[in-house]
């Protein structure tokens, strides 16, 4: 496991270090002040996580942002965590889709459950890494969830309604945006629905040709279109026990 992390602050470098270190104890450090110097680290090493500032000089420039989007696409399994001195830059951070954003100043327990959660959310050390959560927009932030929570997803007129087992979320973002972000186990069964294939419990057909959704975990219910189900089916039996 390599963690690269980049803030101009001494202070805080050597504080996010001292938390990393103890929390990810296999973990090897690369700790850089500046984008260039990150840079250089991604082109020599192979990089799982990391944490950077947002702010990298006074004027407020630098943006530790844009060498992460530029790290994003030299490296597609780095996971980023974002910290900042304000939450103006959270919905800008989404350029990245970080798994977490932290505002400064840095709450040690919450920075120690964030890296425990991406250590078993994100990381996997024998495997390709795969995504195994999303995360989105809402008007209160950023917000993760591991895709075996998500029931469905479905379009209202100005957000989406993510519907997951243990409560359900605004998103502020497009269907489509969501969808591309999403592995195979998800489907697009209607305009406005998007499910978890292992969620589904049964189906009826209603008068109009199209199909209802039920789920045991919610009482909401998801559409499949007429113009949907051939290839609904042919997925859903791969998927039935």
Known sequence: ????????????REYIASVVGRTLVEAELFVVDNGLAALDVIENEEIDLMLLDVELDDAKE??????????????????????????????R??????????????DELELIRILQEWVLIEYDDHDIQEPKSVSFTTKKGLVIVPFEEIIYFE?????????????????????????????????????????????????????????????????????????????????????RV
């Open 1 to 12: 496991m390599k963690v690269l992390i980049l803030d101009d602050d001494l202070a805080t």
């Open 62 to 91: 630098v943006l530790g942002l844009d060498f992460a989007k530029l790290i994003s696409r030299v490296s597609k399994s780095v996971s980023f965590i974002v910290i900042s001195a304000h939450d103006k830059y959270a919905v």
């Open 93 to 106: 951070s989404f350029e990245i889709h970080p798994f977490a954003y932290l505002v400064k100043p840095i």
């Open 155 to 239: 379009k209202h007129r100005r957000f989406i309604k993510v519907i997951t087992e243990s409560q359900d979320y605004q998103c502020t973002e497009s269907l489509r945006d969501i969808l591309e972000r999403l592995d195979d186990r998800f489907f697009q069964t209607y305009q406005s629905f998007v499910v978890n294939m292992n969620k589904i419990t049964s189906l009826e057909v209603l008068e109009n040709r199209s199909w209802e959704i039920k789920f045991d975990a919610v009482e909401g219910k998801a559409l499949l279109s007429r113009y949907k189900y051939k290839e609904f089916f042919e997925l859903f039996e791969g998927y």
